[in-house]
């Protein structure tokens, strides 16, 4: 169940699997984040809800209604 924006996330996981779950992990986000991957440090564009950072494969998701910053993109895991 979809309860506005209030929902809070313990972990990049349960973000992730939100996000596919409701559809949105392919959805183009309205400008793209930086994201300095937290397992490689490489630095890279986040395009889409669920994007995986090119060097190392570490999956990422923001749900829509915090896409609007990269403080809240969280870390699901490598090839997650």
Same mark, same amino acid.
């Not at 313990?10 to 986000?29: H, W, Y």
């Not at 209604?65 to 403080?71: A, F, G, Q, T, V």
């Given at each position: ?6 929902? /809070?996330y313990e972990s ?11 559809? *949105?992990?392919? $959805? ?15 630095? *890279? ?17 923001? $749900? ?7 403080? *809240?993109?969280?870390? /699901?895991?490598?090839?997650?």
């Amino acid at each position: 169940m979809h309860n506005g924006c209030s929902g /809070a996330y313990e972990s990049g996981k349960q973000i992730v699997d939100k996000i596919r779950m409701m559809g *949105f992990n392919a $959805t183009p986000l309205a400008s793209a984040l930086e994201i300095d991957c937290s397992n490689c440090d490489n630095h *890279f564009h986040m395009e889409i809800m669920e994007s995986q950072c090119p060097s190392c494969g570490m999956v990422y998701g923001v $749900t829509p209604c915090h896409s609007h910053s990269s403080e *809240f993109a969280k870390a /699901a895991g490598v090839n997650y």
